[in-house]
């Protein structure tokens, strides 16, 4: 099993950006497909974005055209790049692994990362 561990969530204004990254434990972090999913206070947990083993990727609409997910197998990664950020995607983000190669939500996941708090407020 896969341990997950995010980094890079913080506090931005409205339009701002943050980059959020998935780091992996093991070298075979190339064999599943990552999403990330979020969860705001009260409110259940919520798909963002995923990426399989060959980069392709699935965003849910209410990120589309804002945020961007990439990985680098080489160095164990996964990035969530959101730009244009508004307060309702305040929430913690959490970063999933899943050894079905789909990069829309398929649950459940295999593991899951400890979450970052990402507030967006001015």
């Known amino acids: 099993q896969v341990q997950l561990v995010e980094s890079g969530g913080g506090l931005v204004q409205p339009g701002g950006s943050l980059r959020l990254s998935c780091a992996a434990s093991?070298?075979?972090?190339?064999?599943?497909?990552i999403h990330w999913i979020r969860q705001a206070p009260g409110k259940d947990r919520e798909f963002v974005a995923g990426?399989?083993?060959?980069?392709?990727?699935y965003y849910a609409d209410s990120v589309k055209g804002r945020f961007a997910i990439s990985r680098d197998v080489d160095a164990n990664t996964v990035d969530l790049q959101m730009n244009s950020l508004k307060p309702e995607d305040t929430a913690t983000y959490y970063c999933?692994?899943?050894?079905?190669?789909?990069?829309?939500?398929?649950?459940?996941?295999?593991?899951w990362g400890q979450g970052t708090q990402v507030t967006v407020s001015s």
């Open positions: 990426i399989t083993y060959g980069r392709i990727t």
């Open positions: 999933a692994a899943t050894e079905k190669n789909e990069a829309f939500p398929v649950g459940p996941y295999d593991s």
């Open positions: 093991r070298r075979t972090f190339g064999n599943y497909a």
